[in-house]
């Protein structure tokens, strides 16, 4: 069975203040797929990154970055420099190789706050 | 390039009565994905299809639910004899065999069942 736990239901901070959302996931899966994805209210599921098992090379793109931990089986996001925008759900998920089913956690609400 | 649509965006029935959802996905995506998410929860899978075959159904999806994809484009979602607890936001995504593994959602329906 997968499962992914995102802890933190919701955080709040200051506009411009760095924020680290975390994310633990279970698989027994030797090669699966991490996903990262935000929720801003109009629904849309928005597409942030994906990362394979065998590539643990953190990313960075822009104000966002990703620090996978094969080790700990954590794939946390970091926003740097928050902004107004950035307030949303943001949910992590997570595929095994060969399988469709995307399993999500339960989401952490973000609020930036001006 | 247009992403995934889905019609209507909302939908309020009473409760025993029947409904439809449509999801059009990305052009030349083959796979397309319905989900389920319940308010304060992340996305849940439903069925995938493949083309026009449907491939795989969660447990999720009672015998009240059907989905189709015809002719390996758009697909329908049915809902008959709705329940309360129906309500929700029906998602769908898409994706292209590639090493991209990375679906691709629309806005959702959101449901409410009176």
């Known amino acids: 069975a997968q499962k992914v736990t995102q802890a933190q239901t919701e955080i709040s901070v200051v506009e411009k203040e760095d924020v680290t959302l975390d994310c633990v996931y279970e698989t027994r899966d030797t090669t699966y797929y991490l996903f990262w994805y935000k929720q801003p209210p109009s629904g849309e599921l928005v597409f942030l990154i994906r990362?394979?098992?065998?590539?643990?090379q953190n990313e960075i793109s822009g104000r966002y970055s990703w620090n996978f931990q094969k080790s700990t089986s954590s794939f946390n996001f970091t926003i740097t420099a928050s902004q107004v925008v950035d307030s949303a759900v943001y949910f992590c998920a997570l595929r095994g190789f060969g399988n469709e089913k995307l399993t999500f956690g339960t989401g952490t609400r973000l609020t930036i706050i001006p | 390039d247009t992403g995934v649509s889905q019609d209507p965006r909302h939908k309020i029935t009473k409760r025993g009565q029947n409904v439809t959802f449509r999801c059009d996905p990305i052009?030349?995506?083959?796979?397309l994905y319905w989900y389920r998410q319940t308010l304060g929860q992340g996305p849940e899978f439903l069925t995938y299809?493949?083309?026009?075959?449907?491939?795989?159904k969660s447990r999720l999806l009672s015998d009240r639910f059907s989905a189709e994809r015809p002719k390996g484009s758009f697909s329908t979602l049915e809902i008959q004899r709705t329940e309360q607890g129906d309500s929700a936001m029906y998602l769908c995504?898409?994706?292209?065999?590639?090493?991209?593994?990375?679906?691709?959602f629309g806005p959702g329906t959101r449901l409410l069942v009176l």
């Open positions: 052009s030349e995506h083959n796979r």
């Open positions: 990362r394979n098992s065998f590539d643990e």
């Open positions: 299809f493949q083309n026009e075959a449907q491939l795989e």
């Open positions: 995504a898409s994706r292209i065999l590639d090493r991209q593994e990375t679906q691709y």
